[in-house]
């Protein structure tokens, strides 16, 4: 199973892993940030929700979101990790997850 990192940096700063498989979808909130929706691996209804700071355009952030779902890759594949600075292309921050 495919499972994604995120995390953000800072003192106290969240972090969670999710199933690829719980991928809801993209909403874009402006011109270099979206929210990517997961349901919760307790089967509620309330959705994780991962905001993310990209380069490029939203078209581009999307296509390399939809490529590291799809990916096949079984363990855990690092997106955003603001505590050390790792970021998938073409993410380059993460605002939070709520």
């Known amino acids: 199973m495919t499972n994604l990192l995120f995390s953000v940096g800072g003192n106290g700063g969240a ?3 999710v199933p690829a498989k719980n991928f809801l979808g ?3 909130t402006d011109a270099d940030t979206m929210q990517v929706s997961f349901l919760e691996e307790d089967g509620t209804l309330d959705a994780v929700i991962v905001s993310l700071t990209f ?3 939203a078209k581009a952030a999307a296509e390399a ?3 590291i779902l799809g990916s096949g890759t079984r363990g855990l594949i690092t997106v955003a990790d ?3 600075g ?3 292309h073409p993410f380059t921050a993460i605002e939070g997850i709520a």
Do not use: F, H, K
């Open 82 to 84: 603001g505590v050390n």
């Open 55 to 57: 380069t490029g355009t």
């Open 65 to 67: 979101l939809a490529d």
């Open 26 to 28: 993209v909403d874009l």
């Open 15 to 17: 972090a969670v892993s």
């Open 86 to 88: 790792v970021y998938a």
